[in-house]
């Protein structure tokens, strides 16, 4: 249907015809997959935060690896929204994900050689 629909919308002879449009639009379709899967994986991840109490889906999370992958692909896109490169993060969606608690680096900073001698130095003072 989506392919139909890119058809007519681009001029070319196509099986999609405007009542079909109107049906599938009263249906609720979704003539964007990509938008129709993340919203998919959002509410997934709803979920996961009402049972569990917080957003961290593990890398490897044999109930639902998709929404792992998912997750990891949200922190890889942020990274290239925050860095001016092209992404398919959105800042609408940036914010979707933060009203859920969605952590964005979840690995620890690991603290310069600096901060660990200047540390060091403190303690034995």
């Not at 044999?62 to 997750?71: A, F, G, H, V, Y």
Request: with cysteine; hydrophobic share 35%; net charge positive.
């Amino acid at each position: 249907q989506r392919y139909q629909y890119k058809l007519l919308r681009d001029g070319k002879p196509s099986t999609m015809t405007e009542d079909r449009i109107i049906a599938l639009n009263s249906l609720g379709f979704s003539w964007n997959s990509h938008e129709a899967v993340w919203e998919e994986r959002l509410a997934e991840l709803k979920m996961f935060r009402r049972n569990h109490g917080h957003c961290n889906i593990p890398s490897i999370y044999e109930p639902n690896q998709k929404l792992s992958t998912w997750c990891k692909c949200q922190r890889r896109q942020h990274k290239l929204l925050i860095a001016g490169k092209r992404s398919n993060m959105t800042w609408p969606r940036v914010a979707r994900l933060e009203e859920l608690g969605f952590v964005w680096e979840i690995r620890p900073q690991v603290p310069s050689t600096e901060s660990v001698a200047e540390a060091i130095h403190h303690f034995l003072e």
